[in-house]
């Protein structure tokens, strides 16, 4: 059975952290593709989003360029309003009926599972996979996530890249290097398009 990972975020904007724990999952899984799925509007993230989507997705599309294992996805992009994982989930089960889904996570997200919509349908959907994120072990994860849910994820601890989107776009606005922090297709469009500048 095929193996697929999904990887959502805001990705605002991707950097070598996110593709640290793709090609990690990859890996370790023996995924044959992991799909990229930038989001409309995270639910928890409304109205504090720096970048459009379609911008957004295009950060995504120059970093992943020539791993052919890595793909994206803009399913989300294609729905109003904010982008519901177990929306997502349902439809890339139709889309790849034949696979086996992995969905990407972090400790700091699945540590609020039980306040998603559908978390019981999202877990029959996808194995998940939470990476330890900084700030949030796996025991404080675990803590918040209901006994119902926990056999339907894995943690996985890795020796991860401690960068932030946040970091990223202040580091931009300060005039400050990116360089080695993300790929340089993703500074040259940050450049082009003059991404996280202050506006006067």
Not at 5 to 31: C, K, M, N, Q, S
Not at 87 to 114: C, H, M, N, S, W
Not at 158 to 180: F, H, K, P, Q, W
């Amino acid at each position: 059975m095929e193996k697929i990972g999904v990887f959502g975020g805001t990705f605002d904007p991707i950097h070598y952290g996110h593709l640290r724990i793709a090609e990690e999952a990859r890996d370790r899984f023996g995924l044959s593709h992991v799909l990229f799925v930038p989001n409309q509007v995270s639910p928890f993230k409304v109205g504090d989003t720096a970048t459009t989507a379609a911008l957004r997705a295009e950060l995504v599309r120059v970093a992943i360029v020539g791993n052919p294992a890595f793909g994206l996805w803009t399913g989300e992009l294609e729905r109003e309003g904010p982008s519901y994982t177990v929306e997502t989930l349902r439809a890339l089960t139709k889309k790849f009926p034949a696979a086996q889904l992995y969905f990407l996570t972090g400790t700091d997200a699945v540590r609020d599972i039980g306040k998603w919509r559908a978390p019981e349908e999202c877990i029959t959907l996808a194995q998940f996979i939470a990476f330890h994120r900084p700030g949030v072990t796996e025991s404080e994860a675990r803590f918040g996530v209901p006994d119902h849910l926990e056999p339907g994820i894995t943690f996985v601890e890795m020796n991860g890249l401690d960068i932030s989107s946040t970091e990223i776009r202040e580091r931009v606005r300060a005039g400050r290097s990116i360089r080695y922090l993300v790929p340089e297709g993703v500074i040259a469009l940050i450049e082009e398009k003059k991404l996280y500048r202050v506006v006067e």
